[in-house]
C-alpha cells in the first residue's frame, strides 16, 4: 500500500473513502467539512453510530466532495484512548475497507492533535491489519487497498517517524512471512537463504555448516540436529551502524519440532513450524535495523534445524557438551529450545556484547501461564528488564517478568551431567530459563519466551490468525531506547 502525506482539506481528497475518526464523548474538530457533511454526519452520530471503539458505518458521501464514501470509524471514550486503541482502528478500519472491495482511502487526523497522538499509530495498525498469506492460494489472491492518504501537514519529524512505522511493519511482514511458511519450504537451508537476501553494506550474513558446529564444540545444538536429514545451519548477522560494542539478538530457530523421541501428540503438531518465530523475528529486526540506518552495532545468531526422530536422534538419557565445556543430559528431547539457544548464547559471547537477547518459543508452560496475551520476561539485568517493560507497553507486545530464583537451580540438578534439560512439569517456566541463565552468566541478558504469543488462533485487529510476528516491533523498541 503506498503512503503519502497531502496539506488538503479533507472534502477535496479524490478517494473512494475518506475516514473519519471519533470518539464517545469528544469533541468535534471537523470545522473544515460543508455543512451537508456535517450535517450528514450529525444526524448519523445521534441516531445510528455511537463512535465505540472499532465501530464502522460506512456512506455514500453527498454529492457535492470529492470523496465517494465516507467512513465513520469509532475510537471509545475519548479519556481512555491510547496509541493501543488508535493501531487497532487503523487495522480494523483498512481490513473492513479492503473486504468491501476500497482501493483509495484518505484519513481525517485532527482528532489525533486533540488526544495528542500520531497518525504514525493508525498507519501501524492499518499497515499490520491488512497482512496476509496467500502464497499457496494462487487462485485467490484476495482484495487489497492501493493507497492510503493522510490528510495532514508535513514535517521532517512527521516524516521520519512514518517512514520507521512503514519499516516496522514491513519487518514484521516479512516475520510472519517466514513464520507461516511451511516446514517443507523453511527448512534450515531456506531459513539461511533468507537471512543471505538481507546483505547490505553494513549487514554482512555468515553461514555455517555441521562441520564448523563440530569443529567449535556445539555438541548441545548438533544434539537437535541429529535426527533430522536436513543439514542444520548456524546463521551469524551482524549490522555495524556503530563500532560500538554489539547487543546480540539470539533466535530459536527449529524449522520444525516433532519433539524428537520425545514425540508430540499428533494434534495441532502442524503448527510446530512456527518454533522458528524467534529466529525469523530477529531476522526482521536485522531487517529493519538496516533499512532505518540504526546508529548501533548489532549481531544475530540463528541456531537453525530440525528437530525429528530419525534414527540418528538423540535419546532421553544421552549427555552431550556444550561450547561452554559443561555437559548437558538430555532427560527430555521435547526441551530442544534451550540446547539450541544455549550454545548460541555461549557463541555470542565471542563478540563481547554489552547485551544477550534472547527469544524463543521455549515452554508450554508460557502459553499456559499467560495464554496469548503476554511475553514471559526472565533476566539478571534490571535496567534492561525495566526498559523491555516500557518498550512493551509502547507497543502492546507486553511482557512480564517471571522469577529467577537461585533455588530453581535445584530443579535442573543432574546425577551424570553438570545440568539437565529439564526439571519436573512444577516451576518449567522459570526453570527453563534458568537453564539459559547458566550460560549467559554475568553478561547483561534478558530471555523472552513467545510461545503462547508467535501465533494467534483468530484474528486480531491488527493480527490476522496464524504467526503475530511478535518480537519485531518489542526489540526494535528496546535497541532505540538503548541508542
Request: proline share 5%; net charge neutral; charged share 25%.
Amino acid at each position: 500500500m503506498q503512503i503519502s502525506v497531502k496539506n488538503i482539506n479533507e472534502v477535496d481528497c479524490a478517494c473512494d473513502v475518506l475516514i473519519i475518526p471519533f470518539t464517545e464523548d469528544g469533541p468535534y474538530p471537523y470545522t473544515g467539512f460543508k455543512p451537508s457533511v456535517s450535517r450528514l454526519i450529525a444526524n448519523l452520530r445521534q441516531k445510528e453510530f455511537r463512535s465505540s471503539l472499532l465501530e464502522v458505518l460506512l456512506i455514500p458521501a453527498p454529492e457535492d466532495i470529492k470523496p465517494l464514501r465516507i467512513l465513520l470509524l469509532g475510537l471509545g471514550k475519548g479519556d481512555a484512548m491510547s496509541a493501543e486503541k488508535v493501531r487497532q482502528a487503523g487495522g480494523k478500519a483498512l481490513s473492513y475497507l479492503r473486504d468491501m472491495g476500497m482501493k483509495s482511502v484518505a484519513l481525517a487526523v485532527q482528532i489525533f492533535g486533540l488526544l495528542n497522538l500520531s497518525p504514525c499509530d493508525f498507519v501501524e495498525g492499518a499497515l499490520l491489519g491488512l497482512y496476509t498469506f496467500r502464497k499457496y492460494r494462487k487462485e485467490d489472491q484476495g482484495r487489497t487497498v492501493s493507497s492510503l492518504v493522510i490528510l495532514s501537514k508535513s514535517s521532517r519529524e512527521f516524516s521520519l517517524s512514518l517512514r520507521r512505522t512503514e519499516i516496522a511493519a514491513s519487518a514484521t511482514a516479512f516475520t510472519r512471512d517466514l513464520v507461516n511458511t511451511p516446514a517443507n519450504d523453511m527448512t534450515p537451508s531456506d531459513l539461511a537463504g533468507a537471512a543471505q537476501l538481507l546483505r547490505s553494506e553494513k549487514l554482512s550474513v555468515k553461514v555455517f555448516d555441521r562441520k564448523y558446529a563440530q569443529k567449535i564444540g556445539m555438541g548441545s545444538y548438533l544434539a537437535v540436529a541429529q535426527g533430522s536429514k536436513e543439514p542444520p545451519k548456524f546463521i551469524v548477522l551482524e549490522y555495524k551502524g556503530s563500532e560500538k560494542l554489539p547487543i546480540a539478538l539470539v533466535g530459536k530457530a527449529i524449522t520444525f519440532d516433532s519433539g524428537g523421541l520425545s514425540l508430540k501428540p499428533s494434534e495441532g503438531m502442524e503448527k510446530m513450524k512456527y518454533d522458528m518465530a524467534g529466529g525469523a523475528a530477529v531476522l526482521g529486526i536485522m531487517k529493519a535495523a538496516s533499512e532505518m540506518k540504526l546508529p548501533i552495532h548489532l549481531v544475530g545468531l540463528l541456531p537453525a534445524t530440525e528437530n525429528l526422530p530419525g534414527g540418528s536422534a538423540t535419546r532421553p538419557g544421552d549427555v552431550v557438551a556444550s561450547i561452554s565445556g559443561k555437559t548437558i543430559e538430555i532427560v527430555n528431547t521435547d526441551a530442544e529450545g534451550r540446547l539450541v539457544v544455549a550454545d548460541a548464547i555461549e557463541y555470542a559471547k565471542r563478540y563481547k556484547p554489552i547485551a544477550i537477547i534472547d527469544i524463543a518459543t521455549l515452554t508450554g508452560a508460557c502459553a499456559i501461564a499467560f495464554g496469548g496475551e503476554a511475553v514471559a520476561m526472565m533476566g539478571n539485568d534490571r535496567k534492561l528488564l525495566d526498559e523491555f517493560r516500557k518498550a512493551g507497553e509502547e507497543t502492546y507486545e507486553r511482557v512480564w517478568e517471571m522469577p529467577l530464583f537461585d533455588e530453581y537451580k535445584d530443579y535442573l540438578k543432574s546425577d551424570i551431567a553438570d545440568i539437565k534439560n529439564v526439571g519436573t512439569r512444577i516451576g518449567s517456566l522459570s526453570a527453563s530459563a534458568c537453564f539459559l541463565y547458566e550460560f549467559a552468566g554475568r553478561t547483561p541478558w534478558v530471555h523472552l519466551d513467545i510461545a503462547g504469543t508467535a501465533w494467534v488462533e483468530k484474528d486480531r485487529p491488527y493480527i490476522p490468525k496464524g504467526a503475530s510476528g511478535i518480537g519485531v516491533r518489542l526489540i526494535l523498541n528496546l535497541i532505540e531506547r538503548l541508542q
